[in-house]
């Protein structure tokens, strides 16, 4: 390769590959945007006449850094106020067309990828998201091939164990997502109460700035009471949207044009499993920057 032009042009390419692959490990789009960038300052020092496969490079490249961002972010973790959640980013259709890929990056099964070691994380990502060999992995993560089949097999049966359902038809989670958004505003809760399973449970990431729960709500009739209440009581100015979030419909709320909350769903069987609702304002600071990810801008507002 030649000329830093033919460099920048190559990264440019690969970007949102890595910034996939780091956000998924990590969990935090702000931390993945910094990967992404310490990745392009290795790129662009290296001697680019020398790297054989620039994917793979760039890819090993930001995975270690990505690593080594979670074991310290971990300690961090524990001390959270409240229960943590990953940061929300909005997807666009080429993320949604791609069952296996959009199942990776929701809020759900990031949570269960949060009881894995890093690098098992960083196996599982890469083999299960993004179809890495074995081999391959190996090499980014410069280990031997049966140790990486070994963190693969231990992190796949984790997750299976563990991973959450979902409605595979986007249809049915669109329109839920719709009746759901309706209910809520017009303080149905009856309906409302109607749309969620009887086990339902709505996790709520305040980061004790926002608000928002800092305990689990458990049961229909509790989560469809405090949806109901916090909907009564809007922010000044605000503005609801439908909007792609990590990879299925659901809601962001703005405040003077800026984001307030975001609400994701799990629905099965047209009834809602799971409410995640981020309220930390440092957890929506990266959906003022959707653009750079090309991600889908929100759809239609719903006015109060």
Known sequence: MSGEVDATAVFAEQRDLLFGVA????GQAADAEDVVQDTWLRWRDVDHARVDNVTGYLVRVATRLAVDRLRLARNHRESYVGS???????TGPDVAEEVARADSVAVGLLMVLET???????????????????????????????AVRQLARRARGHVQARRPRFDADRSTHREVTERFLAACASGDVDGLVRMLAPDVELTGDSGGVGKGPLRVIKGADKVGRFLV???????PEPAVYLAEVNGRPGI?????GEPFAVFALDVVEGRITAVWLFTNPEKLAALRNVGRRSAAPPERPFRR
């Open 23 to 26: 956000y998924r490990i990590l």
């Open 116 to 146: 894995l070691s890093p690098l098992e994380r960083a196996v599982f990502v890469l083999h299960e998201a993004f179809g890495f060999s074995h081999a391959e992995i190996a090499a980014m993560l410069d280990r031997g091939e049966p």
């Open 229 to 235: 209440g916090i909907a009564g009581y809007p922010p």
């Open 252 to 256: 962001v709320s703005t405040s003077r």
């Open 84 to 90: 943590w959640l990953p940061e929300p980013i909005l």
